[in-house]
């Protein structure tokens, strides 16, 4: 395996530890949602999400 291939591979695993993150994150938000105790602005706050993202995620739920 060259260097360039070893960049690629690396990129490609970052990638996807990031995506993971964020389904992690997601999950977690979809969670507090279904709990219903904390506020659209709180559950962003707490999972470190965007408050859009979380009021999208509220929607989808309904």
């Known amino acids: 395996m060259n260097l360039h291939d070893r960049d690629i ?8 530890l990031l995506q ?4 992690a994150k997601s999950e977690a938000a979809k969670n507090l949602l ?4 904390l506020s ?5 706050q707490t999972v470190g999400l965007p ?3 979380v009021l999208e995620l ?4 309904t």
Not at 9 to 16: N, P
Not at 34 to 37: E, G, Q, S
Not at 40 to 44: N, T
Not at 58 to 61: A, E, G, T, V
């Open 9 to 16: 591979m690396r990129a490609a695993r970052q990638e996807g």
């Open 40 to 44: 659209s602005e709180q559950i962003a």
């Open 20 to 23: 993971g993150a964020a389904e």
């Open 58 to 61: 509220q929607k989808s739920r």
């Open 34 to 37: 279904n709990m219903n105790i």
């Open 51 to 53: 408050l859009e993202n």
